[in-house]
């Protein structure tokens, strides 16, 4: 095809130079989606939604990607329950870790510099586009939606869905969210260990430590970052959050050692506390060691005066400006150096401990750019979303469970000291609190979202709905990176169904992050067939005696499992009455969860029509997790206590007994089925010029999957199998041992400009499986955007003309064919000026050509002449030009290397097909 083109003379600068002399070099990027925060959690979003077939944006506030996991945590924080809750994406970092080290598996100790390395190929790898250095100034927002953020460059940051993945949740105040900080007293959410916590034993200091700057002497005042008091009782509210610090990676190995010098300012009356703290007895723990490879550690707060900068003003970072978060963080990386420094140096230190700490520097191979200090300050906590799910240490202890997961959290509720006091006549620390959780427990996708009536568009993966003691628990990275994956999941479905994030559908959230590796609870009975009593069912359970819900140990079915306390009295039972659809013979199984504490011998009476009754005993040590099959009985239909239950009872046991769930089977074990779109658009595709992009479905069974499954499906829509798209064959196979297949609507060439199409995709009904919820799904094919924009100007007669609506066409007469009037968004029936063209001498050379956005797959080229006779691609172009702008035109900016040609024209050239 002969390429549109248009010229420009060089000589024609001269007439617009006052007018773009200093013209603005900020860009308005526009994408689906814009997640604000480059920490690990903002890298997973935006693999996700990349994944997903959305257009994402990356800004980061930083130079460099992975927040604190390339910034010094490199000993991962995992918890005391097993890492087996860490799937999905943040397994996938995980695992691309050990291949790094040459190893299998995943290996969650690491460099920094590795764990920048594989963010950074995770992002390369999924084009995601990544703006670095840019801090949020300001959000616009309209009818109850963030319409745009601008940042720090002046570049404006336009999406659909916005993800603030930032540490501080800037984003989120900025949209006006509600949010909290500080500490929540313990009477808010009903806890027992948020608000003030004088009692810490934690990371205390020694006793006897005198808080006056003269020992001993109020008179000489208090010495510096120490309270006189808390500003309440025990488990009240206050504004305090746990101190930050830098996690230092350091090294003994001499070859790759730069030791640490006295830091500019030094005030040797900042460590008085550590002085004296050494006096009173401390000789170790000034910082951890924890190792990571190759000789380097991972290097955290580990005592009473350690790496945490116990100041007592913390908080003041939560609402501080940027300028001021810097002049923050630096007094935080001038308090350890300081540290550091005055352990291995200061006369004031016994020989003894200098020596034993002197042997740590930092790396010279890491964090080449800041003199081989953390880019990233360990920002703990700051603003908590308060949404209409709080997440309280309750979730944490699993006395209540989210219905709603989204992914497990698992560490230790873990809150570092907020303050130093003066408590009886002694310094003290205040707030450390450490308490073990009992296992994995689900997020609730409700603290990811606003409240009902707040900002539809915004989803929040850091800093989520979460009291202060239970975000101590959720706040670690490995978790950090499962949410972030969440979060864009739900972003593109509610782009994709065109809703609120908070009427996103949570069976096909659930079933896509299933599919894609996530663990969402404990369980392992979900979509089970036949029929279930769970323990927690508003109907068909009758308990006696005194019963305590838990979710500690794993395997249970539903959200929870009952425990009897050991009384091993006969005082509890737990009866489970189905409501069967007919009568016949129905295999019953029964669930629970295994542990060495549980009885070996509970009696379970299975009654049936008639005053039959039938006795087992089971073993609730073993077989854990699974459904457990106690025979086939025949029932009546219909619900009957006393002719149809199944009652677990604690008579003569030996152990915990355990109520959970009761499972009826009539037939054969078949799995429940799901379909839904992951990517519900697709394009056609431009001959010769660009690929159709599919929409992409999953298809996803329940157990069993021991066996190869044949799907079937049906087809309706307006689209024609075949013809508008790759011919589907109605069924699809998912092999033995596989859980979910992907299946692909791949439009195909037509040249038709008939507007949007749909597919309607059906499972079908078939013997060998149940369908599920998620029964049917509708998939838009869209045309190429020429075609969209030829249809939404020409008329259908027009449409079947090549003379008027086609590429070469020039209805208008005006010396612009309709492909240069698509480049240029102007109207190809109306007379008017072609794309505009400008060069810029200063204060750097350049040529702006403006452009439709929807023209992004044409292929240009600027060419130029010296005498208008022969063309040829512009020498004095260099490079690929940026692109800013977008609303509604887009400008193309290209770098010219000299304006020194006595005579030179430039023509813009456009083509559907990629030029000789």
Not at 139 to 165: E, H, L, Y
Request: with cysteine; proline share 5%.
């Amino acid at each position: 095809m002969k390429p549109n083109t248009r010229h420009l003379s060089l000589r024609s600068f001269m007439f617009f130079l006052a007018a773009v002399a200093s013209a603005d070099a900020s860009r308005v990027i526009e994408t689906d989606i814009c997640i604000y925060g480059g920490a690990a959690g903002g890298v997973t979003a935006a693999v996700q939604a990349a994944r997903m077939g959305k257009t994402v944006s990356l800004v980061e506030i930083g130079g460099h990607l992975g927040g604190l996991s390339s910034g010094g945590l490199g000993d991962t924080d995992i918890g005391n329950n097993g890492d087996a809750y860490i799937q999905g994406m943040s397994r996938e970092f995980y695992t691309r870790i050990a291949t790094k080290y040459g190893l299998s598996g995943a290996k969650f100790t690491f460099e920094p510099k590795v764990a920048e390395a594989v963010f950074n190929e995770m992002i390369a790898e999924a084009q995601v586009p990544v703006y670095l250095n840019r801090h949020l100034i300001s959000t616009a927002t309209a009818g109850g939606r963030i319409t745009q953020i601008t940042t720090s460059t002046g570049d404006v940051f336009k999406a659909k869905i916005f993800i603030d993945a930032s540490y501080e949740g800037d984003l989120l105040k900025q949209a006006g969210v509600s949010y909290a900080s500080g500490r929540e007293a313990n009477s808010q959410y009903g806890e027992t260990i948020n608000g003030i916590q004088t009692t810490t034993s934690g990371n205390q200091l020694p006793n006897g430590i005198s808080p006056w700057v003269t020992a001993g002497n109020p008179a000489s005042g208090l010495l510096p970052g120490v309270n006189a008091a808390p500003s309440g009782a025990d488990g009240a509210a206050d504004s305090l959050i746990q101190a930050y610090c830098y996690r230092m990676c350091l090294t003994n190995v001499a070859a790759n050692r730069e030791m640490i010098p006295q830091p500019e300012g030094y005030n040797e009356a900042d460590y008085e506390i550590l002085f004296r703290s050494i006096a009173a007895g401390q000789t170790d723990r000034f910082w951890k060691t924890r190792p990571v490879p190759n000789g380097k550690t991972d290097s955290n707060n580990d005592s009473g005066i350690s790496c945490d900068f116990i100041s007592g003003t913390t908080a003041s970072w939560i609402e501080a400006d940027y300028d001021t978060r810097i002049q923050l963080a630096k007094a935080h990386e001038k308090w350890q150096r300081g540290l550091v420094w005055t352990v291995q140096n200061s006369p004031r230190v016994p020989a003894a401990i200098r020596s034993a700490w002197s042997q740590w520097g930092l790396p010279k191979d890491e964090f080449l750019d800041n003199g081989h200090w953390p880019h990233q300050l360990y920002i703990r906590e700051a603003r908590r979303m308060v949404s209409d799910y709080v997440m309280t240490e309750k979730n944490c202890l699993g006395t209540v469970v989210a219905a709603d997961s989204i992914g497990m959290g698992a560490y230790t509720m873990d809150s570092h000291n907020c303050q130093r006091i003066v408590s009886n006549g002694m310094v003290k620390n205040e707030g450390d609190i450490q308490r073990a959780v009992p296992g994995p427990y689900p997020i609730s996708y409700r603290a990811i979202v606003p409240k009902t009536g707040e900002c539809k568009n915004l989803l929040v993966p850091w800093s989520l709905s979460s009291t202060h003691i239970a975000f101590g628990s959720i706040r670690m990275e490995p978790v950090f990176m499962i949410l972030g994956q969440s979060a864009a999941t739900a972003a593109c479905f509610a782009i994709d169904d065109e809703v609120a994030v908070q009427a996103v559908s949570y069976a096909k959230l659930k079933a896509q992050l299933l599919a894609d590796g996530q663990k969402l609870t404990n369980a392992g009975g979900d979509g089970a067939s036949g029929i279930v009593v769970d323990n927690a069912d508003a109907t068909g359970v009758t308990l006696t005696g005194t019963w305590t819900a838990a979710s500690a140990t794993t395997g249970f079915n539903g959200t929870d499992y009952l425990h009897d306390g050991n009384v091993r009295d006969g005082s509890c039972s737990a009866r489970f009455t189905p409501n069967l659809p007919a009568a016949g013979s129905y295999e019953v199984f029964l669930r629970w969860t295994a542990h060495t504490n549980r009885a070996t011998n509970v009696p379970v009476e299975i009654r049936l029509p008639g005053g039959v009754v039938q006795n087992r005993t089971v073993n609730q040590q073993a077989n854990g997790g699974v459904w457990y099959s106690l025979g086939s009985f025949t029932f009546a239909a219909g619900s009957s206590t006393t002719n149809g239950s199944v009652t677990v009872r604690d008579s003569g046991v030996n152990g915990y007994v355990i109520a959970d769930a009761v499972r009826f089977l009539q037939g054969a074990d078949v799995p429940v089925v799901d379909l839904w779109a992951s990517d519900a658009r697709a394009v056609e595709p431009s001959a010769g010029v660009s690929a159709a992009k599919p929409a992409k479905l999953w298809v996803r069974r329940s157990a069993p999957t021991t066996g190869a499954l044949t799907v079937r499906y049906t087809l309706g829509g307006s689209a024609t199998s075949g013809q508008d798209f790759t011919a589907l064959s109605g069924s699809v196979v998912l092999p033995a041992g596989v859980a979910s297949v992907a299946l692909q609507v791949t439009p195909l060439v037509d040249s038709l400009a008939e507007g949007t199409e749909d597919v309607v995709i059906s499972l079908a009904a078939d013997p060998a499986y149940n369908i599920g919820e998620l029964a049917s799904e509708t998939v838009t094919i869209l045309d190429t955007p020429f075609d969209e924009w030829r249809r939404a100007r020409f008329t259908p007669q027009q449409l079947l003309d090549p003379a008027v609506s086609g590429p070469e066409a020039d209805p208008d007469r005006d010396g612009t064919k309709n492909l240069l009037e698509f480049f240029g968004g102007s109207d190809p029936l109306t007379a008017g000026m072609p794309p505009r063209m400008r060069i810029y001498p200063k204060p750097v050379s350049a040529l702006e050509i403006e452009r439709n956005p929807m023209a992004k797959q044409l292929f240009v080229r600027i060419e130029e002449s010296g005498d208008l006779s022969g063309w040829g691609p512009a020498g004095l172009v260099v490079g690929t030009p940026e692109i800013s702008g977008g609303d509604p035109l887009e400008v193309l900016r290209y770098s010219l290397a000299e304006l020194a040609e006595p005579e030179a024209f430039f023509r813009l050239a456009v083509s559907l097909t990629p030029f000789p």
